[in-house]
């Protein structure tokens, strides 16, 4: 896990961080301001984000986990984190923010669907209130605000929930 700077990204873990539910996640995510970073493929890139939404989650007690992912029609992965949730169970998120800047109401924390030889999904956290992928499924193709384009059918993911 190298950010493209060269150097490893560091997880800092919270010993006594954990598990929230799922309505602390999504404050926790309201609050939170990675996903308002510019992304910029060649100083900030998803690996940036998820080492940042990781450390920001451990340091307010709330246990997060560090995700790759692997596609299928990609040679480039994508990282994410994960929590899992007291009510919900495992939820992924990806906040990776946008090449152009946000406005006050916009927002870049997305639940991410994830399933092995599927489609990756991601849905804003104000238009979904579930993990399941079956949910992304059920509403994809009805073009719903807050869903956002896919980046690749996805081959598998390795959750790292301690550095």
């Given at each position: 896990?190298?950010?493209?700077?060269?150097?490893?990204?560091?997880?800092?873990?919270?010993?006594?961080?954990r598990d929230?539910?799922?309505?602390?996640?999504?404050?926790?995510?309201?609050?939170?301001?990675?996903?308002?970073?510019?992304?910029?493929?060649?100083?900030?890139?998803?690996?940036?984000?998820a080492e940042?939404?990781?450390?920001?989650?451990?340091?307010?007690?709330?246990?997060?986990?560090?995700?790759?992912?692997?596609?299928?029609?990609?040679?480039?992965?994508?990282?994410?984190?994960?929590?899992?949730?007291?009510?919900?169970?495992?939820?992924?998120?990806?906040?990776?923010?946008?090449?152009?800047?946000?406005?006050?109401?916009?927002?870049?924390?997305?639940?991410?669907?994830?399933?092995?030889?599927?489609?990756?999904?991601?849905?804003?956290?104000?238009?979904?209130?579930?993990?399941?992928?079956?949910?992304?499924?059920?509403?994809?193709?009805?073009?719903?605000?807050?869903?956002?384009?896919?980046?690749?059918?996805?081959?598998?993911?390795?959750?790292?929930?301690?550095?």
């Open positions: 896990m190298y950010k493209i700077s060269g150097s490893p990204a560091i997880l800092i873990d919270n010993p006594s961080a929230p539910t799922w309505e602390e996640l999504m404050q926790f995510l309201k609050e939170d301001d990675t996903d308002r970073i510019l992304y910029q493929l060649d100083s900030f890139n998803c690996i940036d984000f940042r939404l990781h450390n920001n989650a451990e340091s307010r007690g709330i246990r997060a986990a560090y995700v790759s992912v692997s596609f299928h029609d990609r040679q480039n992965g994508h990282a994410i984190n994960a929590f899992e949730t007291a009510d919900k169970g495992l939820v992924f998120v990806d906040c990776t923010g946008a090449e152009n800047p946000l406005g006050e109401l916009d927002s870049n924390d997305k639940i991410a669907y994830i399933s092995p030889d599927k489609e990756y999904g991601s849905v804003s956290i104000y238009y979904t209130d579930t993990p399941a992928y079956e949910f992304y499924e059920q509403r994809k193709d009805k073009r719903l605000k807050g869903f956002f384009k896919s980046i690749g059918t996805v081959k598998g993911t390795r959750i790292f929930w301690e550095m």
